[in-house]
C-alpha cells in the first residue's frame, strides 16, 4: 500500500492564532492532493484539491483567504488556517492520489481545537 | 459526480454477514465504485473498488448488477471491531472524492 502522514496529530490554539497542517505522501510521489474537514458525526466534506506547483482549487463556500494550500513538492501539501477562530475547530484529514489511475489514500487527520 | 444513498445506521451482531447497499443511479461510464470505512478520529480507509459485476478480497466483497446503479458492500462474520462508519463512492479514480453521509455499522456481541 501507500502512506499518508499527517502532522501534528492534533493541536490546540488561540483564537486569532495561524496554524500550519503538513500532508506527506511517504513512500511515493503525488501531484494531487485533497484536503476535507470533518465535524463531529458528520460525513467528510472536500475543502480543495491541492495541484503541485499550481494553485489550489477551493470548493464552493470555502474562504481561499482563510485555508491556504500550499503544494510546493510531490511529496507535501500544508492547509493553513488562518486567523483560527472556535469554529474552525474540526478533523482536517487530507488524501494523496497516487498514480494517474490509482485510489486515493487519506492520512491519519489531524485535530484541530481553537479556543 | 454521481451521488451516493445509504442507509444511515445498521445494527449487527457478531459472527453474522452484513450487506450494505449503495444507490447510485447517476454513475457514470468511466465511474468505479469504491467504499471506505472510517473508525472515530481516523482518515478513511480503503476497502474494495470495483467496476461491475462481483469483487471480493480478504476483507469483503463488492456485488454491482449490471446497471451498475446500485452496489452492495458484504462483510462476512464481522466482529466487534467491525464497528465503524463505511462510505459508498462513485467516481474516476483522479476525481475529487464527494463523501456521503455513510451507513454507521454497530456490531453487538
Known amino acids: 500500500g501507500a502512506v499518508v502522514s499527517q502532522h501534528p496529530s492534533r493541536v490546540i490554539c488561540k483564537s486569532g492564532t495561524s496554524v500550519k497542517i503538513e500532508c506527506r505522501s511517504l513512500d511515493f510521489q503525488a501531484t494531487t492532493m485533497f484536503w476535507y474537514r470533518q465535524f463531529p458525526k458528520q460525513s467528510l466534506m472536500l475543502m480543495a484539491t491541492s495541484n503541485e506547483g499550481s494553485k489550489a482549487t477551493y470548493e464552493q463556500g470555502v474562504e481561499k483567504d482563510k485555508f491556504l494550500i500550499n503544494h510546493a513538492s510531490l511529496t507535501l501539501s500544508t492547509l493553513t488556517v488562518t486567523s483560527a477562530h472556535p469554529e474552525d475547530s474540526s478533523f482536517y484529514i487530507c488524501?494523496?492520489?497516487?498514480?494517474?489511475?490509482?485510489?486515493?489514500?487519506f492520512g491519519p487527520g489531524t485535530r484541530l481545537t481553537v479556543l | 459526480l454521481a451521488k451516493t444513498t445509504q442507509p444511515i445506521s445498521m445494527d449487527s451482531y457478531e459472527g453474522q454477514e452484513v450487506n450494505i447497499t449503495c444507490s447510485h443511479n447517476?454513475?457514470?461510464?468511466?465511474?468505479?465504485i469504491t467504499w471506505y470505512q472510517q473508525f472515530p478520529s481516523q482518515g478513511p480507509r480503503f476497502i474494495i473498488q470495483g467496476y461491475k459485476t462481483k469483487v471480493t478480497n480478504e476483507v469483503a466483497s463488492l456485488f454491482i448488477p449490471a446497471d451498475r446503479k446500485s452496489s452492495t458492500l458484504s462483510l462476512p462474520r464481522v466482529s466487534l471491531s467491525d464497528t465503524a462508519v463505511y462510505y459508498c463512492l462513485v467516481g474516476a479514480n483522479t476525481d475529487k472524492l464527494i463523501f456521503g453521509t455513510g451507513t454507521r455499522l454497530q456490531v453487538f456481541p
Open positions: 447517476n454513475i457514470a461510464t468511466n465511474d468505479y
Open positions: 488524501s494523496a492520489l497516487k498514480g494517474k489511475a490509482d485510489e486515493q489514500f
